[in-house]
């Protein structure tokens, strides 16, 4: 049976599984200097690696404020989620004024956008696979030996996307022990 995607439109959809549909994906990568993997994908393709996208921002990201609806599926649409690119001045007192937030009734452009180039990324490489070599230091085949550095692993969340939706939240898996402090 093929996938449906249903893509979250700011409703709080009970039965959203993308933030992107394949018209976003294809528009976003319209100005992709790299966009051959999502270009050459079959739409079930790109279909399939929107969805998986947006599981894995939901699965690693914890974004500010809070969820809209208790039913809702995904962790967007938010409430009260401070937007860095509105005008600060709008802060009142303890409370966030709600000109200062992402809109309660929307997914911001830069979630969708960052789904988009999550989606791409997985087309061309399966980035929750475990690292090669993993759990070894070396392996002798034959008198070859590989080494292997365990601290040398691709992140599932590229660094781009991370930068794409560090203005709304912080990456749960960051190791640096450190937290966003966010002033009200």
């Known amino acids: 049976m093929p996938l449906t995607l249903i893509k979250e439109t700011g409703a709080g959809l009970a039965n959203a599984n993308a933030y992107a549909d394949v018209a976003d994906g294809d528009a976003f990568h319209d100005g992709h200097l790299y966009a051959t993997a999502w270009t050459g994908a079959t739409t079930a393709s790109k279909t399939a690696a929107l969805v998986m996208a947006t599981r894995l921002i939901d699965a690693e990201y914890q974004f500010s404020g809070v969820k809209t609806t208790d039913s809702q599926t995904l962790l967007w649409p938010r409430y009260r989620c401070p937007d860095p690119d509105r005008d600060a001045t709008l802060r009142v007192g303890l409370l966030l004024a709600s000109e200062n937030c992402v809109p309660e009734d929307s997914v911001p452009k830069a979630v969708i956008q960052a789904t988009c180039e999550l989606a791409r990324e997985l087309l061309i490489a399966d980035r929750t696979a475990a690292p090669a070599g993993e ?28 930068a794409m939706l560090a203005k709304y939240g912080s990456l749960i898996s960051a190791k640096s022990g450190a937290v966003k402090l966010i002033r009200v």
């Open 135 to 162: 759990g070894l230091k070396y392996y002798n085949d034959a008198g070859k030996q590989t080494g292997y550095d365990k601290t040398d692993t691709r992140p599932v969340i590229p660094k781009l996307v991370q």
